[in-house]
């Protein structure tokens, strides 16, 4: 195969990944940024970083005043890996305009709403 051949299909191949990590990956569509919210979510519960969880959650979902400290307690009952084996699993997504339904699996469900272009999370886990 001569240079000219090799690197036309080298550079074809890379526009073409380029192409697919840009157009197709999580977070282009509602349902990745669904999903990418509430692994973000889960996985700050699993970590126990409260902070971060809570930056996660629509307005109507935050608890009133210290919203980590009651966020903590509220899940204190459940296994860090809980949250983690739902951060990595999801039996369905459903949207419906502004809001998102989030089947998890450990039967558990995520309700999400669209709060200024982002997906945030519109009642906490509840496991």
């Not at 998102?100 to 982002?118: I, K, N, P, Q």
Request: a negative charge; aromatic letters at 6%; charged letters at 20%.
């Amino acid at each position: 195969m001569n240079r000219y051949l090799r690197v036309w299909l080298a550079a074809a191949v890379a526009v073409a990944v380029a192409l697919l990590v840009a157009g197709c990956g999580v977070g282009s569509t509602d349902e990745g940024k669904v999903s990418e919210t509430v692994t973000v979510y889960l996985t700050a519960l699993a970590a126990r970083d409260y902070d971060a969880a809570c930056e996660q959650l629509a307005g109507v979902a935050k608890p009133q005043g210290d919203c980590p400290a009651k966020l903590e307690a509220s899940v204190a009952g459940i296994a860090p890996g809980e949250f983690s084996d739902d951060a990595d699993g999801r039996t369905g997504i459903e949207i419906d305009g502004d809001a998102a339904t989030v089947m998890l699996e450990s039967g558990t469900t995520l309700r999400l709403a669209l709060v200024g272009g982002a997906w945030l999370v519109s009642a906490p886990y509840a496991g």
